[in-house]
């Protein structure tokens, strides 16, 4: 048991460590994309540090919920991977630890992190997303700084348009003047044109100073009475002119109280409550339209109309037709109107009524799908781990390579999965529940799955088992690659390799003689024979024992016969399975059963050419030991 907590200690170190960075790295990601969305609301604002200060201090509460399941996934994806990179897995799993034990330490670390998740969004989030869109809308408010940019028109200052053609910036003065004055409506625009000028903030920072020199004045007189009709327009010069223009650059938070009724700014409990008094006034007013309605129904029952286009009031008879037919040409078209009229206003209602319903449901469904966000989130943490750690113990990658890319593709596939959910359920496509636990429920299978498959030491993402299997399902050889070695033990002895090379052209001539492998073999005879061809077995167990012995040889002329030795596939060219049954199953099934039949025929000349070549080769060699090579 002291073995075992001073492993856990080590096991929870690593995590930890890996943990930290990788979730401060999330969460400066995900800022820095938040920032992006609101860019425009910071910039040029002139706004102070404290400001700034707050906005992403409230923004980054806001959003360590998000960073959470992405750090866990990425530093438990980092941890098992540096274990299995540097073989401590596999001396923990040769110690007689399973995975699932290994993993335990850390199961109750990312317990604790989905509970403080939960935390975060039940607790702090609220207040912070109060807090944040509070400052948000206040800083959409506050003018902008002054900076008036030269060759173009600024309209940042309410009601005035003003256009500059250079400025110096060190004292302030404006050249070419152009500004067009709004105060009084656009029909009334006032034209002002200076040789310069120069704009100044007051001291109390609430009005701006503009002061113009050696300019012109144009005002539209158009609307006046009196002489508006012999003098369209007033015109005016001047030496100086001064003019205060409102425009208060005073930061001043609004009144939070807007995000009261706003699902995120809620508790689970309050969104409870909410949700429960949302549906009764939902079911209520929708109960209300439901009998007016029937009243409706029933009022346009009570005036039956049969066959003959005839309306039944009480006991009297009136023949709606005659009475339109009757009437003049006006009162036609005035029935036709009101009767329009009628239909237009009574389909306006209802639509008014319906957008009223759903609207109501729309913010009922957006409390729901909050309510679940906390859950579902949390839980992301507890799910990203049991894909992690699996997964780092399958790839046996550590480092910010394999594992970044691993972790960016997951969560991206599951941020499309919650993301879908999540608008379907609150758009009423789905149902709620289903729609926001849809991640969960994939993502939980997902890592199920994969801590079954590291837990019995699959290969089922090991990129070495894959590259062997479409070697196989392709027909692509293996080559062999010798290189000389820089420290020899066992150099290679003549005798012993001609000893070799002699069996094995023996055995090779010996395997053609009896098998003709240039011939059609027997379709049946193929896929009912059991066993594996002990010759070709034999023959390859040699042929690895002279590669073997080849390779530690200094002589490079001897290393390339080496490496040109060929790489046998010894069963191959026999049946497709070492079953019999499957061999004869996939007999009957013609076209997979032909398919095996061509393949067995590829690999018997491939067999064919392997021997001759291997004699070939052995030739050479006693060649070269003749000459003293080896």
Same mark, same amino acid.
């Given at each position: 048991?002291?073995?075992?907590?001073?492993?856990?200690?080590?096991?929870?170190?690593?995590?930890?460590?890996?943990?930290?960075?990788?979730?401060?790295?999330?969460?400066?990601?995900?800022?820095?994309?938040?920032? @992006?969305?609101?860019?425009?609301?910071?910039?040029?604002?002139?706004?102070?540090?404290?400001?700034?200060? !707050?906005?992403?201090?409230?923004?980054?509460?806001?959003?360590?919920?998000?960073?959470?399941?992405?750090?866990? %996934?990425?530093?438990?994806?980092?941890?098992?991977?540096?274990?299995?990179?540097?073989?401590?897995?596999?001396?923990?799993?040769?110690?007689?630890?399973?995975?699932?034990?290994?993993?335990?330490?850390?199961?109750?670390?990312?317990?604790? &992190?989905?509970?403080? #998740?939960?935390?975060?969004?039940?607790?702090?989030?609220?207040?912070?997303?109060?807090?944040? @869109?509070?400052?948000?809308?206040?800083?959409?408010?506050?003018?902008?700084?002054?900076?008036?940019?030269?060759?173009?028109?600024?309209?940042?200052?309410?009601?005035?348009?003003?256009?500059?053609?250079?400025?110096?910036? *060190? =004292?302030?003065?404006?050249?070419?003047?152009?500004?067009?004055?709004?105060?009084?409506?656009?029909?009334?625009?006032?034209?002002?044109?200076?040789?310069?000028? *120069?704009?100044?903030?007051?001291?109390?920072?609430?009005?701006?100073? %503009?002061?113009?020199?050696?300019?012109? !004045?144009?005002?539209?007189?158009?609307?006046? =009475?009196?002489?508006?009709?012999?003098?369209?327009?007033? $015109?005016?010069?001047?030496?100086?002119?001064?003019?205060?223009?409102?425009?208060?650059?005073?930061?001043?938070?609004?009144?939070?109280?807007?995000?009261?009724?706003?699902?995120?700014?809620?508790?689970?409990?309050?969104?409870?409550?909410?949700?429960?008094?949302?549906?009764?006034?939902?079911?209520?007013?929708?109960?209300?339209?439901?009998?007016?309605?029937?009243?409706?129904? !029933?009022?346009?029952?009570?005036?039956?109309?049969?066959?003959?286009?005839?309306?039944?009031?009480?006991?009297?008879?009136?023949?709606?037709?005659?009475?339109?037919?009757?009437?003049?040409?006006?009162?036609?078209?005035?029935?036709?109107?009101?009767?329009? $009229?009628?239909?237009?206003?009574?389909?306006?209602?209802?639509?008014?009524?319906?957008?009223?319903?759903?609207?109501?449901?729309?913010?009922?469904?957006?409390? !729901?799908?909050? @309510?679940?966000?906390?859950?579902?989130? #949390?839980?992301?943490?507890?799910?990203?781990?049991?894909?992690?750690?699996?997964?780092?113990?399958?790839?046996?990658?550590?480092?910010?390579?394999?594992?970044?890319?691993?972790?960016?593709?997951?969560?991206?596939?599951?941020?499309?999965?919650?993301?879908?959910?999540?608008?379907?359920?609150?758009?009423?496509? @789905?149902?709620?529940?289903?729609?926001?636990?849809?991640?969960?429920?994939?993502?939980?299978?997902?890592?199920?799955?994969? =801590?079954?498959?590291?837990?019995?030491?699959?290969?089922?993402?090991?990129?070495?088992?894959?590259?062997?299997?479409?070697?196989?399902?392709?027909?692509?050889?293996?080559?062999?690659?010798?290189?000389?070695?820089?420290?020899?033990?066992?150099?290679?002895?003549?005798?012993?390799?001609?000893?070799?090379?002699?069996?094995?052209?023996?055995?090779?001539?010996?395997?053609?003689?009896?098998?003709?492998?240039?011939?059609?073999?027997?379709?049946?005879?193929?896929?009912?024979?059991?066993?594996?061809?002990?010759?070709?077995?034999?023959?390859?167990?040699?042929?690895?024992?002279?590669?073997?012995?080849?390779?530690?040889?200094?002589?490079?002329?001897?290393?390339?016969?080496?490496?040109?030795?060929?790489?046998?596939?010894?069963?191959?060219? &026999?049946?497709?399975?070492?079953?019999?049954?499957?061999?004869?199953?996939?007999?009957?099934?013609?076209?997979?059963?032909?398919?095996?039949?061509?393949?067995?025929?590829?690999?018997?000349?491939?067999?064919?050419?392997?021997?001759?070549?291997?004699?070939?080769?052995?030739?050479?060699?006693?060649?070269?030991?003749?000459?003293?090579?080896?």
């Amino acid at each position: 048991m002291p073995i075992i907590k001073k492993l856990d200690k080590f096991i929870i170190k690593s995590f930890l460590l890996l943990f930290c960075a990788t979730f401060f790295i999330c969460l400066f990601i995900f800022m820095m994309q938040f920032l @992006w969305k609101y860019v425009d609301e910071l910039v040029g604002k002139g706004l102070a540090m404290t400001v700034l200060a !707050q906005f992403f201090f409230y923004s980054a509460l806001t959003l360590v919920p998000s960073s959470l399941p992405l750090a866990v %996934l990425l530093a438990s994806l980092m941890t098992f991977g540096n274990f299995g990179e540097r073989y401590e897995l596999l001396a923990m799993k040769a110690a007689g630890i399973p995975l699932t034990r290994i993993m335990m330490p850390l199961i109750v670390v990312s317990v604790l &992190l989905a509970g403080t #998740s939960f935390y975060f969004q039940n607790v702090i989030a609220p207040h912070a997303s109060v807090k944040l @869109w509070t400052l948000i809308v206040s800083m959409r408010e506050k003018s902008p700084e002054l900076d008036i940019p030269e060759g173009v028109f600024y309209d940042q200052i309410d009601k005035y348009n003003l256009y500059i053609k250079s400025k110096d910036r *060190k =004292t302030g003065m404006m050249r070419e003047v152009m500004i067009y004055d709004f105060t009084n409506g656009f029909e009334n625009a006032h034209i002002i044109v200076a040789d310069s000028g *120069k704009l100044e903030m007051t001291a109390d920072k609430k009005f701006l100073k %503009l002061t113009l020199y050696n300019g012109e !004045q144009f005002e539209n007189l158009q609307n006046q =009475t009196g002489l508006s009709r012999n003098v369209p327009y007033r $015109r005016e010069s001047f030496d100086r002119k001064e003019t205060l223009i409102e425009f208060n650059s005073d930061f001043s938070m609004v009144d939070g109280s807007f995000m009261s009724d706003q699902s995120m700014s809620k508790n689970m409990v309050q969104l409870s409550e909410d949700i429960d008094s949302m549906s009764v006034k939902s079911d209520s007013i929708g109960r209300a339209y439901f009998v007016e309605s029937l009243d409706r129904l !029933q009022f346009y029952k009570a005036k039956q109309v049969d066959s003959d286009d005839k309306a039944y009031y009480g006991t009297a008879v009136v023949n709606v037709d005659s009475i339109y037919d009757n009437s003049s040409l006006p009162d036609k078209k005035k029935y036709l109107d009101i009767s329009k $009229r009628n239909v237009s206003s009574t389909l306006s209602d209802w639509k008014f009524r319906s957008y009223t319903l759903d609207e109501k449901d729309y913010q009922v469904r957006k409390h !729901q799908t909050e @309510w679940y966000r906390k859950i579902t989130l #949390s839980l992301a943490c507890i799910i990203f781990f049991f894909i992690g750690s699996p997964l780092g113990a399958i790839i046996r990658k550590g480092g910010l390579g394999m594992p970044v890319v691993v972790s960016v593709v997951l969560f991206i596939f599951y941020y499309i999965i919650d993301n879908t959910g999540y608008k379907m359920a609150r758009d009423g496509n @789905w149902n709620v529940t289903f729609g926001m636990c849809l991640s969960s429920f994939i993502l939980a299978a997902l890592g199920a799955f994969l =801590t079954y498959k590291a837990n019995k030491d699959s290969t089922v993402l090991n990129a070495d088992a894959y590259k062997a299997f479409y070697r196989k399902l392709f027909l692509i050889r293996t080559k062999r690659h010798y290189i000389r070695k820089d420290v020899v033990i066992d150099n290679p002895v003549p005798a012993k390799v001609k000893e070799q090379c002699d069996k094995l052209r023996e055995m090779c001539a010996g395997y053609l003689a009896t098998h003709k492998l240039k011939r059609l073999p027997s379709y049946i005879r193929l896929f009912t024979a059991s066993g594996t061809d002990k010759q070709i077995n034999d023959i390859n167990t040699l042929l690895e024992e002279l590669a073997e012995t080849l390779s530690n040889s200094r002589n490079l002329i001897v290393l390339s016969h080496a490496s040109a030795l060929p790489v046998m596939a010894v069963n191959a060219h &026999l049946g497709p399975f070492k079953d019999r049954r499957l061999n004869i199953a996939s007999a009957i099934i013609v076209p997979v059963g032909l398919w095996f039949y061509f393949r067995s025929l590829i690999f018997r000349g491939r067999l064919y050419n392997d021997l001759n070549k291997i004699t070939d080769i052995c030739d050479q060699l006693e060649t070269n030991i003749t000459n003293g090579d080896i």
